[in-house]
């Protein structure tokens, strides 16, 4: 989330929650884990392409504003305690 708010492209593997946060070839580029051919072709398509580095990091920052706000996590962390109380 930190290079995407940087608005920098990222090439997270499937593992944990990347899937749910990163859409493969919108905001982000996903590879297997432990494909290493797979993510050194992810990472020699955005040296080669500066157009596709701006499209993934401009997508990405987007999805951080829309989402992943320290606002927007705040607000559901505290959604979560208060739900708790009930």
Do not use: C
């Not at 580029?29 to 020699?44: E, Q």
């Not at 987007?62 to 320290?70: A, D, L, S, Y």
């Amino acid at each position: 989330l930190e290079a995407m708010a940087a608005r920098k492209p990222t090439v997270p593997t499937r593992a944990g929650e990347n899937s749910r946060i990163i859409e493969h070839g919108t905001d982000g580029m996903l590879v297997d884990s432990r494909d290493v051919d797979g993510m050194v072709s992810a990472l020699a398509s955005l040296v080669s392409d500066p157009d596709r580095r701006r499209r993934l990091g401009e997508a990405g920052r987007g999805k951080v504003e829309q989402g992943f706000t320290v606002e927007h996590m705040t607000r559901a962390h505290e959604k979560v305690y208060l739900e708790a109380l009930r």
